[in-house]
């Protein structure tokens, strides 16, 4: 059906009705005099951007800075407005791309430059691909042949501490975090006497795999920097799980003592480093970790 025929069928209930149809131009100008005002969407905007997530969405509010102080308060979302039962297309758009970012991130690989710039020794567990170790989390925690005799030639044996480096599900955790997290880590460990191993980079690592580094090399306390399972949106989270004396057989999960969302947006790395070093201390003194540890 046409322009032509929508104002013909027009003019028929209207003279119907008694009353004489308007001209189309007329029409046209009633139509577009009497749309509600739509607040402006630019797609152009990056969705990433510390603008797009101040964005609020509620049109016309109330109170406009008590909006304004909420979304300052916090990286959730909050504010984003409705547009009836649905959300708005910023919100909506913010979200898939946050989705997708966390996706991309799961399936990126550490570049091996970037081991070698930062001189690292690199080794890798059991798996050896990506799809491999999204699927079987049981090879993630044991090393490979060739990477147990790497950390047997190269690597100080009989450490107080170790600390490795492993690219968990979030690589960017690690290339984002390391400049500031490893130096000042480092420093803080040999400036309180203690005997610090060399670090290494774990290519597919889960967290159980520094029980079996931690026998390997006879270490008393093993630091494992992690990236942390992805949240919407932020792709940077890295973890600490230190374990005192660990052992394959024996180690569970209770044994280890965790310090989570390290980021610029939560513990800064710097922050952590230096939090991580008064563990491992507290940790050869009680000769301890997880549960097992006093306050």
């Not at 079996?212 to 792709?235: D, N, P, T």
């Amino acid at each position: 059906m046409d322009q032509k025929q929508i104002e013909e069928i027009v003019r028929s209930v209207m003279a119907s009705m008694g009353q004489t149809a308007p001209a189309p131009s007329e029409a046209k100008c009633a139509t577009t005099n009497c749309a509600a005002p739509v607040t402006s969407e630019s797609c152009a905007l990056d969705l990433g951007s510390a603008e797009a997530k101040a964005w609020i969405g509620v049109e016309n509010p109330h109170r406009a800075d008590v909006l304004t102080e909420l979304r300052r308060s916090t990286v959730a979302r909050v504010c984003t407005g409705r547009a009836g039962p649905r959300p708005r297309t910023q919100a909506l758009l913010r979200f898939l791309a946050d989705h997708s970012r966390s996706k991309d991130t799961v399936l990126k690989e550490v570049p091996e430059e970037w081991g070698k710039a930062q001189g690292l020794l690199e080794v890798r567990s059991e798996i050896s691909d990506k799809n491999l170790y999204l699927t079987r989390p049981d090879m993630g925690r044991r090393l490979c042949a060739e990477a147990v005799e790497a950390l047997k030639a190269q690597c100080v044996a009989n450490p107080d501490v170790q600390v490795v480096i492993s690219d968990g599900l979030s690589t960017d955790a690690i290339t984002v975090n390391y400049e500031e997290i490893l130096p000042p880590l480092m420093a803080g460990l040999k400036q309180a006497g203690l005997k610090v191993g060399t670090p290494f980079f774990v290519r597919y690592g889960r967290v159980k795999i520094e029980d079996q580094i931690g026998e390997i090399l006879g270490a008393k306390v093993v630091i494992l920097l992690v990236g942390e399972r992805l949240g919407l949106g932020q792709s940077e989270s890295l973890s600490c799980y230190a374990v005192y004396s660990p052992r394959m057989a024996t180690t569970v999960e209770a044994d280890r003592t965790c310090i989570s969302n390290i980021h610029q947006g939560g513990t800064p790395p710097v922050e952590a480093a230096a939090v991580i070093v008064d563990l491992a201390k507290r940790m050869l003194e009680q000769k301890a970790s997880g549960i097992n540890m006093t306050r």
